[in-house]
């Protein structure tokens, strides 16, 4: 009752570029956070005054600041989304939260949408703004600032209203392929799928 067969008419690939701010460090953050990392590098993790999970963040957040003292500024983020009929998988260059794939699962329209995370890229946590807020080792270590996993959603929605006005496409110009039409009818049909298109698109953005 799981699982149902479903016949695949149309498939459809778009990709989605994203900039997003990184998580650069201040100037004063920078001492600390040198000195914790060298610590670490030399193996002498017993002089921080941390233990557990909390040392273990603290490192990472070091790192973090380390490695992104001189930049860059922004990252790229691709998004890429499949449709297979009526299903979407949107892939995600790294590891979101839950709320991320929780958030592409609400876009409207689709019987099925699956978010697939590492793909195409690996380059860190998607923390959902309230885990900057709380502190831990997602939010510490990942290169990019707070807002990042909103920007997934709302970003990867819109792309997967690109695809589903792709769908539309295909089905109209399909119907008037089955038909025959001639030249002059073809030429209504594409004045009603033009109108059709945006009457939905203004749906999906309203």
């Known amino acids: ?3 149902a067969y479903v016949p695949v008419e149309s498939m459809n690939v778009m ?3 994203l900039v997003h701010p990184s998580n650069m460090p201040t100037p004063d953050q920078l001492p600390e956070a040198h000195r914790i990392n ?3 590098i030399a193996g002498k993790d017993s002089e921080l005054p941390y233990e557990g999970m909390m040392l273990t963040t603290k490192v990472a957040e070091a790192g973090r600041k380390v490695r992104l003292a001189d ?3 922004y990252f790229d ?3 890429s989304g499949i449709t297979l009929d009526n299903i979407a998988l949107i892939g995600i260059p790294g590891e979101p939260f839950m709320g991320v794939g929780k958030g592409l699962k609400e876009t409207e329209g689709w019987d099925l949408v ?3 995370c590492l793909t195409n890229g690996d380059i860190g946590y998607f923390p959902m703004m ?3 807020v709380e502190g831990g080792y997602e939010a510490g270590s990942s290169p990019f600032k707070a807002g990042t996993a909103e920007q997934i959603i709302s970003e990867g929605q819109a792309l997967l ?3 589903a006005l792709q769908i539309l496409h295909f089905l109209f110009h399909s119907l008037f392929q089955s038909l025959g039409v001639c030249g002059k009818l073809q030429s209504v049909g594409s004045h009603l799928q033009q109108s059709f298109l945006q009457i939905h698109l203004a749906t999906l953005v309203g």
């Open 15 to 17: 990709k989605r570029m």
């Open 77 to 79: 983020l691709l998004l």
């Open 1 to 3: 009752s799981e699982v």
């Open 71 to 73: 930049g860059p500024d």
């Open 130 to 132: 309230e885990a900057y």
């Open 114 to 116: 699956i978010p697939s």
């Open 38 to 40: 060298d610590l670490h």
């Open 161 to 163: 209203s690109q695809l």
